[in-house]
């Protein structure tokens, strides 16, 4: 059973492109091949091999393999106990950080899950979208992001297993979660409760990353948005304070002066700007 689905203009981020499931004769084998979008298969029963970038890889039931878009493998049936599989194929901007929550990257691409059925449900309730006329891309979409999440979450660690590489993706998630949320009054402290760290251990890694603590960090982040929006004449100095997180229009031009050399009045003129 397979299904392929036309990509959506209107899904640009994430879409399912296809999704099956099939119950291999013994030997049966694809490829060597190239796929256009990512595809991931999930064993159900039996055993087969998988070959990507000369490595060969042995699976079994509960587990499963990325196949990367413009990437050749081949993959095999096991001769004796061949396997059955379920398979997602989907692409999108976000495809690739999806698969990196869930450790999974062309040079990490197998997958573990053994925890429950629910993978193989996920593929029925993508089956089950046929009865929905008007949103079925919505739903699929939402199956999809979904299966993504159960797999971060309970799926095997970071892909890359290095400490240097771990502590950069813990920063990037710091530098994301202030870029959407520098509005807001929020504190280190809520940063790290988001992210699932300790608070001290989460600062004194952004620290030796990037040289800056979180609190800098965010102050600057924050006043380098002020100075994008003084060109704004409708806003007026306490507008542009409360837009970057600050009630206090007076702490706000404190902050700003001792950051950029002038006050936020005298920034906006272009008089004694020293940056």
């Known amino acids: 059973m397979i299904e392929y689905l036309p990509r959506s203009k209107h899904q640009a981020e994430l879409y399912v492109t296809q999704f099956g499931a099939e119950e291999c004769v013994p030997g049966h084998d694809f490829g060597p091949a190239v796929r256009s979008h990512y595809l991931l298969h999930y064993?159900?029963?039996?055993?087969?091999?998988f070959e990507v970038g000369g490595t060969r890889?042995?699976?079994?039931?509960?587990?499963?393999?990325?196949?990367?878009?413009?990437?050749?493998t081949y993959y095999r049936a096991d001769s004796a106990n061949p396997w059955s599989?379920?398979?997602f194929g989907f692409n999108g901007t976000l495809a690739e950080w999806h698969l990196k929550q869930a450790g999974l990257t062309l040079s990490s691409p197998?997958?573990?899950?053994?925890?429950?059925?629910?993978?193989?449900?996920?593929?029925?309730?993508?089956?089950?979208?046929r009865d929905y006329a008007k949103a079925r891309e919505t739903r699929l979409t939402g199956l999809l992001a979904l299966?993504?999440?159960e797999l971060a979450e309970f799926g095997p660690a970071a892909a890359s297993g290095e400490k240097g590489s771990r502590a950069e993706l813990y920063v990037d998630k710091v530098k994301?979660?202030?870029?959407?949320?520098?509005?807001?009054n929020m504190t280190v402290e809520d940063i790290a409760h988001f992210i699932g760290l300790n608070r001290s251990y989460l600062c004194s890694l952004f620290k030796r990353?990037?040289?800056?603590?979180?609190?800098?960090?965010?102050?600057r982040y924050r006043m380098n948005k002020a100075c994008e929006m003084m060109g704004n004449a409708e806003l007026s100095i306490g507008d542009i304070a409360r837009s970057v997180g600050y009630s206090d229009p007076l702490l706000f031009s404190k902050i700003f002066k001792k950051l950029k050399g002038a006050s936020p009045k005298h920034y906006r003129s272009g008089t004694d700007v020293q940056g």
Not at 58 to 68: D, S, T, V
Not at 110 to 128: A, F, G, N, V
């Open 85 to 87: 599989y379920c398979w």
């Open 176 to 184: 994301d979660f202030i870029e959407l949320n520098y509005d807001r």
């Open 147 to 149: 299966l993504l999440s």
């Open 43 to 49: 064993i159900l029963s039996g055993e087969g091999t």
């Open 209 to 219: 990353t990037m040289n800056v603590s979180i609190q800098d960090y965010l102050i």
């Open 110 to 129: 197998i997958l573990e899950y053994d925890r429950d059925d629910r993978i193989s449900r996920y593929l029925e309730w993508m089956i089950e979208s």
């Open 57 to 72: 890889y042995r699976l079994r039931k509960g587990q499963g393999f990325l196949i990367c878009p413009e990437v050749v």
